[in-house]
């Protein structure tokens, strides 16, 4: 998944790189997409969690973004500063392994951002 994601980045512009970013605070909702519990051959124990996220960004993009739910602007202080972003959405897989004596970290097994890293 890393190596995929550093070569997909590496093709984008400045702006759609930009748009990648959500700080926790411009996260508008959260939920979970999926969540399965599966065996492997050897009867270890994983759980997958996917989520999806939307996020406001104010990243420089077209008003137009293929996939992107809504542009629309956000007055500050009065009508002279306005402000444009972005609605954008993001999925994110999680998978642990839950076998016994397994260490309790969460690997990314899928990284989703619609129309910016297609």
């Known amino acids: 998944v890393l190596n995929v994601l550093k070569e997909k980045i590496s093709l984008l512009s ?6 990648l970013a959500a700080d926790i605070d411009a996260i508008m909702y959260t939920t979970e997409g999926d969540i399965r519990i599966y065996y492997n051959d050897d009867g270890r124990k994983f759980v997958s969690i996917l989520m999806r996220f939307w996020y406001l960004n104010g990243a420089n993009l077209p008003d137009e973004v293929p996939g992107e739910t809504k542009v629309f602007q ?3 202080g009065d009508e002279s500063t306005k402000e444009k972003r972005h609605l954008l959405t993001a999925n ?3 998978q642990r392994e839950f076998t016994e004596g397994a260490k309790p970290d969460w ?5 989703e951002h619609p129309r910016l890293l297609e």
């Open 74 to 76: 956000i007055v500050f």
């Open 107 to 111: 690997t990314i097994t899928r990284i």
């Open 14 to 19: 400045d702006n759609h790189r930009d748009a």
């Open 92 to 94: 994110y897989e999680f």
